[in-house]
């Protein structure tokens, strides 16, 4: 699995939430594309061949000290394979970069060690960050 996770990846407003009904949330159709319009940025996944969105998130915020992050989807078919945990990590790679020195994440407790994890793995990497960068491999 080669995936590349790609900072306000272009999305039409229809895929968010057909990600969102396939991980079993509510679509919120008449969110989009106006989150697009109102986050900080956003991150994004596509599969290599269908282009299908597989993987979205986003940090949204008045742009100051604090950041929300929010709506962390990946497709049931590529769960449990560190997409996930790699697209939190950029989200906040990209926060730190912006100067955003706080992000909430409100989360259900049955994913707590995901975000714990990328806490720390965050913390491990952040000096070897390339500041700047605006795309992320996950192979």
């Keep these: 699995m080669n995936l590349e996770i790609i900072l306000n990846l272009p999305i039409q407003p229809h895929e968010v939430p057909v990600l969102r009904e396939l991980v079993g949330w509510e679509g919120r159709q008449v969110d989009y594309p106006a989150v697009f319009e109102r986050c900080n940025f956003w991150a994004g996944v596509r599969d290599e061949q269908s282009q ?48 955003l020195e706080i992000v909430t994440l409100t989360y259900d407790t049955k994913h707590m060690r995901i975000y ?9 990497t952040r000096l070897n960050h390339a500041g700047g960068a605006d795309r992320t491999l996950l192979t």
Excluded at 116 to 124: A, D, K, N, Q, V
């Design 116 to 124: 714990r994890l990328c806490r720390r793995r965050l913390e491990e």
């Design 52 to 99: 299908q969105l597989i993987a979205f998130g986003y940090v949204a915020g008045m742009g100051l000290q604090h950041g929300y992050m929010e709506d962390i989807l990946v497709h049931p078919e590529y769960q449990r394979k560190g997409l996930g945990q790699a697209l939190v990590k950029r989200l906040l790679q990209e926060a730190e970069h912006v100067g």
